[in-house]
């Protein structure tokens, strides 16, 4: 499919909804090609602010500030899903949003995410909509035990999601995660996590960074290892499974899907991230064209660039729990000349914050990810 749409050239001036470290590197990519960067969210001193252009400060659901951004900047993108769809829509009347707000509608709640994927015969582990308290007893009933309980609506980094053990949790459990609209799903004893980020242009065209292990700690990701082969063609069907997901909903940018690799060596997608992701971050040092500057190319409508990995690399995240005894010591995770420090401005350090990340090279992707891990071992 080709769609004739004229490209936003540098020069130009991208808007991001949202003030994090995604939108950070994103504008970090897209300064180095000659855009200019905006970015708004309700707070200063942001982490993409830092770097932008201009930050404006506005609630995302203050519609006339929205239309004000979108006014002066060239096209708008989010690097925050769970933006109001109401803004994305205020802000596409205006000028291009990418990728549009149906996608960020779909995948800002779980339930609407995951029913899309079962529509279009995506394999999820089993799942069922809980509306109240009374619902979770006859969905515990028929998904059985364990089982986890999610959110529908704005969980993130393992927030607003609980594992129930056996049935008599169920009150508890419902309390835990605010008693509100949910999603049980079945507990899947997983043998490894892994993630494609994909990318899709937008005349179409379609890239991908291959396969990426996540090793998470606490439900959050702690370390990722691109370019593994899974046994089989697990490796080809994950990144089949990602093309057609991006496909299937029209995605222009880059779109992360979170898979559970089952024990009989099975694919079962977990969730998606309509926007860079933090599996991704590699490839800000290791590969040709970063998931970020892919980003800005399929925002601009420019072609989409090489997903190559330059040499094996290995992400692992720095969290707020690093400075509980003061200052990490920084230049001691940089004895190693092949790690690469990322810090993304923050002036708080709490616990479980992402606070930045530490990429370091080697001989494969297990060396990499023992040097990264000492290296984080040394901040201390
Ligand atoms: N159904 C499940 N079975 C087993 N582990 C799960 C399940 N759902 C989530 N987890 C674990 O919790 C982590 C975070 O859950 P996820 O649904 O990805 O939410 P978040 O939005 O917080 O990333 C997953 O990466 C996985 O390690
Ligand atoms: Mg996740």
């Given at each position: 499919m080709?769609?004739?749409?004229?490209?936003?050239?540098?020069?130009?001036?991208?808007?991001?909804?949202?003030?994090?470290?995604?939108?950070?590197?994103?504008?970090?990519?897209?300064?180095?090609?000659?855009?200019?960067?905006?970015?708004?969210?309700?707070?200063?001193?942001?982490?993409?602010?830092?770097?932008?252009?201009?930050?404006?400060?506005?609630?995302?659901?203050?519609?006339?500030?929205?239309?004000?951004?979108?006014?002066?900047?060239?096209?708008?993108?989010?690097?925050?899903?769970?933006?109001?769809?109401?803004?994305?829509?205020?802000?596409?009347?205006?000028?291009?949003?990418?990728p549009r707000?149906e996608v960020?509608h779909t995948t800002?709640?779980?339930?609407r995410e995951k029913t899309a994927l079962a529509h279009h015969g995506f394999p999820t582990?089993?799942?069922?909509?809980?509306?109240?308290?009374?619902?979770?007893?006859?969905?515990?009933?028929?998904?059985?035990?364990?089982?986890?309980?999610?959110?529908?609506?704005?969980?993130?980094?393992?927030?607003?999601?609980?594992?129930?053990?056996?049935?008599?949790?169920?009150?508890?459990?419902?309390?835990?995660?605010?008693?509100?609209?949910?999603?049980?799903?079945?507990?899947?004893?997983?043998?490894?996590?892994?993630?494609v980020?994909a990318a899709r242009?937008?005349?179409g065209?379609f890239?991908h960074?291959?396969?990426?292990?996540?090793?998470?700690?606490?439900?959050?990701?702690?370390?990722?290892?691109?370019?593994?082969?899974?046994?089989?063609?697990?490796?080809?069907?994950?990144v089949t499974i990602a093309r057609g997901i991006v496909e299937a909903l029209d995605v222009v940018g880059?779109l992360?899907v979170?898979?559970?690799?089952?024990?009989?060596?099975?694919?079962?997608v977990?969730?998606l991230?309509p926007?860079?992701?933090?599996?991704?971050?590699?490839?800000?040092?290791?590969?040709?064209?970063?998931?970020?500057?892919?980003?800005?190319?399929?925002?601009?409508?420019?072609?989409?660039?090489?997903?190559?990995?330059?040499?094996?690399?290995?992400?692992?995240?720095?969290?707020?729990?690093?400075?509980?005894?003061?200052?990490?010591?920084?230049?001691?995770?940089?004895?190693?000349?092949?790690?690469?420090?990322?810090?993304?401005?923050?002036?708080?350090?709490?616990?479980?914050?992402?606070?930045?990340?530490?990429?370091?090279?080697?001989?494969?992707?297990?060396?990499?990810?023992?040097?990264?891990?000492?290296?984080?071992?040394?901040?201390?």
């Amino acid at each position: 499919m080709t769609r004739q749409t004229v490209p936003i050239l540098p020069g130009a001036t991208l808007g991001v909804l949202g003030s994090g470290q995604l939108g950070r590197m994103f504008a970090i990519a897209a300064r180095r090609m000659g855009y200019r960067v905006h970015t708004l969210s309700p707070d200063t001193g942001t982490p993409t602010g830092q770097v932008a252009d201009r930050e404006w400060v506005a609630d995302y659901d203050d519609l006339d500030a929205i239309a004000g951004f979108a006014r002066e900047v060239d096209a708008v993108t989010f690097e925050f899903e769970n933006v109001p769809v109401a803004a994305a829509e205020s802000a596409a009347r205006l000028r291009p949003v990418r990728p549009r707000g149906e996608v960020l509608h779909t995948t800002q709640n779980r339930l609407r995410e995951k029913t899309a994927l079962a529509h279009h015969g995506f394999p999820t582990a089993a799942f069922e909509h809980v509306r109240d308290r009374g619902a979770l007893d006859g969905a515990l009933a028929r998904i059985g035990t364990p089982a986890v309980l999610k959110t529908a609506g704005f969980g993130y980094d393992g927030k607003g999601q609980t594992v129930i053990r056996e049935p008599s949790e169920a009150d508890e459990a419902w309390q835990s995660i605010g008693a509100t609209e949910a999603v049980l799903e079945a507990f899947i004893d997983f043998e490894r996590e892994v993630s494609v980020v994909a990318a899709r242009g937008a005349d179409g065209a379609f890239a991908h960074y291959g396969v990426t292990e996540n090793r998470h700690r606490d439900h959050v990701l702690d370390v990722s290892i691109p370019g593994v082969q899974l046994p089989g063609n697990g490796s080809e069907e994950a990144v089949t499974i990602a093309r057609g997901i991006v496909e299937a909903l029209d995605v222009v940018g880059v779109l992360c899907v979170e898979f559970f690799v089952t024990r009989d060596g099975g694919l079962l997608v977990n969730e998606l991230a309509p926007r860079p992701h933090n599996s991704g971050h590699f490839s800000f040092d290791a590969s040709v064209v970063s998931q970020f500057e892919q980003q800005v190319r399929a925002v601009c409508a420019l072609p989409l660039g090489s997903t190559g990995l330059l040499r094996p690399a290995a992400m692992v995240n720095l969290l707020g729990d690093l400075w509980q005894d003061g200052e990490p010591d920084w230049s001691a995770a940089l004895d190693d000349p092949l790690v690469k420090l990322h810090l993304y401005g923050k002036a708080e350090a709490r616990a479980g914050r992402k606070m930045g990340h530490i990429t370091a090279f080697g001989d494969d992707g297990e060396d990499a990810a023992r040097r990264a891990l000492a290296a984080r071992e040394r901040l201390r």
